[in-house]
């Protein structure tokens, strides 16, 4: 074998191993994905095996909000703030127990 045959080889399987080394990188990633994804995925599946409350749901909140716009907003931005809140206390629960 020449040099250049020799280098080419060389560098094809340093590109292999490169190759594998970002495979087993991103199967370490997509469990962690889907791990931090797991309970959205779960409330998504279970909003999907009841289209006829999910379809019921949002006809009531929309007749609500044609009837009392102002009201919803106000709720709307309520709910935001004590989901927030509810967040920020169990981030700060989770902190605090290490």
């Given at each position: 074998?020449?040099?250049?045959a ?8 340093q590109l ?6 970002q495979?087993?990188q991103?199967?370490n ?8 994804t797991?309970?959205?995925d779960n ?22 909000a ?15 703030f004590?989901?927030?809140g ?13």
């Open positions: 074998m020449n040099e250049r020799l280098q080419r080889h060389l560098k094809k399987a292999l191993q490169r190759i594998e080394q495979r087993v991103l199967s990633e997509c469990q962690n994905w889907l791990d931090s797991q309970t959205l409330s998504w599946q279970r909003a999907r095996r009841h289209p006829l409350l999910v379809s019921a749901g949002v006809a009531l909140v929309a007749v609500y044609l009837r009392h716009p102002r009201r919803l907003l106000r709720k709307g931005q309520w709910a935001l004590a989901w927030r509810i967040d920020y206390a169990s981030q700060i629960l989770k902190k605090s127990s290490f």
